[in-house]
């Protein structure tokens, strides 16, 4: 596998989830929906590169870190990135509820302010959550790889 180029792919895909959450401000901000067939393309946008990022994470970030972790003899960032784990876990699974239940247009605009305060959570759980992997597991990883 040619390291450098999956993690810029992850990073890559880090900043399609910012971009996205960022096309939906207007509606955070005035706790309005207006046109619901672009809300809908946008949430599309969200799910089609989050299944894709964290079957990634899950199949070969994640089992690389441990991997490398065990031969470098830094078996102490174990409990850590089962943490990271764990807690992605839990935030894929709202995630991904969230995208069940807003997966048309009528789903969408039949509650409004559920929907907002749904994409607000997720927002808010992901850019952490995203945050704190470039902050920490990304420059580890890096250091692994020597990149």
Sequence with gaps: MNYEK?????????????????KLKSIIDSGSISDSAFILT???QLKSILTVHLKDEDNLFYPDMRKKAVELK???????????IGD????????????????TEKAISANEKAFINGI?????????????????????????HDL
Aim: proline share 1%.
């Design 88 to 103: 992605m876990k839990g935030i894929s699974k709202r995630v991904f509820n969230f995208f069940t239940k807003y997966n």
């Design 74 to 84: 830094q078996e102490a960032l174990l409990p850590a990135l089962d943490i990271f």
């Design 6 to 22: 999956f993690i810029q792919k992850m990073e890559s895909e880090h900043a399609l989830i910012r971009q996205a959450f960022d």
């Design 42 to 44: 946008v949430v599309e």
């Design 120 to 144: 607000v959570e997720i927002r808010d759980a992901l850019i952490k959550r995203i945050d704190s992997e470039e902050k920490t597991l990304y420059y580890i990883y890096k250091a692994y």
